[in-house]
């Protein structure tokens, strides 16, 4: 799944239209709409004449693919009413339907008791602000409050395209009908959890245009492709030896989960080299992990360390010996500036805030915008933790986006586990970016197949499940 920018989409549209015109492409976005809208009515109710949807419509091409849809219906007994929510609709999409016996009606004048079996979201497109006006804030509301399905013409009016951002009032889309293809919304939290079920339908945009995707997001089906198996000729050093230097006497708990992590993330050998204070419940509880130092092949750091005389020092010495590592929590204060770019850091949103000396609300308001500006300014490969799970490289690529899961996820003791999984895939030789969305995604995967509160040494256990899950399904695409 790959998502482009506003700007990008533009010049990819520009091109399309030079080719096709503009009113073929509308036309096929159109019936794609139409498509859908019809298929959500016969499945709710069995059939659609008669049925009566609105379209919520505003200025330019998004209203106009919306109207074009309605007329569609409309030819096929369906009543639609279009509502004027903001501008002046596209005239040959209006005129179109009003010939085919649609109906326009202006928003003041509209009347909140009809009733609509289905609504069509066109007020905004890409190039839309995100937020609503009051009077259409109230109108979207009703359409929420009564349930309505309600499908949006490429993204749900409302959000920021580019940012997934959701400031204010937002249509709540049952489905998104996008174009050509994804925008950052499709991608990010909180726009993502307002577009519902999305499609991508290609209208004659191009799809083998030389644009670089922004965003590249992974499924379950890709997770299960992607991950590093052991073979039959694997040893445990082939599977990768792990060196976890995490929590302290004061802060025990994260050296355990960072441990359960990388155990049960599929390393093959563990070393513990932090503080002494938690090796004795690591050990009860994982007898498989080794106390003494030795070989390693990635290392953890981080997590529970707290105030650490040391930390640079220790940070210094791996960065100088050019092994792989991931760096997480208390460790974010020591790195070597700058940090070597084969470096997973993995903050939460305030962590990434203080890194790059702004407030959190800064990296909040654009996330994909921060994790960029974390990874060009530390040199490191960055995992910003949250709703929507980045990577960003310092090399400026496309971010990646991991497999979206479920909120239960979000409790003290899971970037712990992460942190562990993360580096059990760095000892196998996968680069930081792809580690960190592999880890983050499996974490996701595993959390859905056990709904409900799981403590994150559990959660842990049930990664190590669903590795051999989806092993099994690797093997049989």
Known sequence: MRAYRVDKIRRIEERAIAVEGVDALMQRAAAAVAASASDLLGSMSGGRYGRHVMIMVGAGNNGGDALFA????????VRVTAIRCLGTPHAGGLAALIATGGRLVDLDDHDPTVAYDLVIDGILGIGGRPG??????????????????TVAVDLPSGVAADTGAAPGPAVRATRTITFGERKPCHLLHPALSRCGAITVVDIGLGMDHDETADLVGLDEDGLAAAWSYPSERSDKYARGVVGVDTGSDQYPGAAVMSVYG???????????????GPA??????????VFSPGRVQAHLFGSGWGDRADGAEVLARVAEQGQPAVVDADGLRYLPKPAPASWLLTPHAGELASLLERERSWVEQDPLRAVT???EQT??????????QLVAAPDRGPVLVAVEGPAWTAQAGSGDVLGGVCAALLATGVDAQRAGQLGASVQAVAAAEHPGVLAP????????????HLEQRSRTR
């Open 70 to 77: 309605g007329v569609r219906l409309a030819r096929r007994g």
């Open 132 to 149: 609503l006006p009051d009077p259409v804030a109230r109108l979207v509301h009703s359409v929420e409050a009564r349930s309505i399905p």
């Open 262 to 276: 990388a155990v049960y993330g599929g390393a093959g050998y563990v070393r513990f080299l932090g503080a002494k």
């Open 280 to 289: 004795a419940t690591i050990s009860a509880q994982l007898p498989n992990v």
């Open 373 to 375: 500006a974390g990874a």
């Open 379 to 388: 040199g490191a490969t960055v995992l910003l933790k949250g709703a929507t």
């Open 457 to 468: 040494q559990e959660l842990a256990r049930a990664i190590g499940q669903t590795l051999g």
